[in-house]
């Protein structure tokens, strides 16, 4: 078996205490029924809590049933402080940190104009309906892309 570190070991604990944080802000009185969450067996699930390394196996499942973005677990292990959930909230150990409400009807809005200005400056030969049509469609494309990954909150 490979040799812990102290940095390992530090890693490990940090993501120990992220993962039963997150446990509890679910309402998973018990590990065993975390570890269901999970589809895990309770002793993978258990060490994970202890700060015992795993498997990678055993990292996806716990991001996927506690809703962490894929690669959680492995950049607290490489030395993150802290997991970003699917919403875009980031969890650090002790507290959490939730992204600051986005106007996205006032950012669209603002991109569709600074689209059409861009388009009729560098196509004079668009109509304004022209650009006003790609503006909506390319505004709709940018938010589809930034909340597929996670910099704007998901669709409500």
């Known amino acids: 078996m490979a040799q812990t570190t102290d940095k390992t070991a530090r890693h490990l604990q940090k993501l120990a205490a992220l993962v039963t944080q997150r446990r509890v ?15 895990l067996s309770h002793m993978p699930y ?4 202890k700060g015992v390394p795993v498997s990678v196996t055993t990292y996806n499942k716990i991001e ?34 939730t992204h ?9 809005e603002e991109m569709r104009r600074e689209f059409i200005d861009a ?6 030969g668009i109509s304004l309906g022209e650009a006003d049509a790609m503006s909506r469609e390319a505004v709709e494309r ?15």
């Open 100 to 108: 600051h409400q986005v106007d996205l009807k006032g950012i669209s």
């Open 46 to 49: 258990r060490n994970v809590e």
């Open 142 to 156: 940018a938010v589809k892309i930034l909340r597929e990954r996670g910099i704007l909150p998901k669709a409500e």
């Open 119 to 124: 388009a009729t400056v560098t196509s004079p």
């Open 25 to 39: 802000q679910l309402g998973f009185r018990s590990k065993e029924a975390a570890a269901t969450a999970c589809g």
């Open 64 to 97: 996927v049933g506690f809703g962490f973005r894929p690669g959680s677990c492995k950049a607290v292990l490489d030395g993150a402080d802290s997991i970003v959930l699917e919403d875009g909230t980031e969890l650090i150990e002790g507290g959490q940190i």
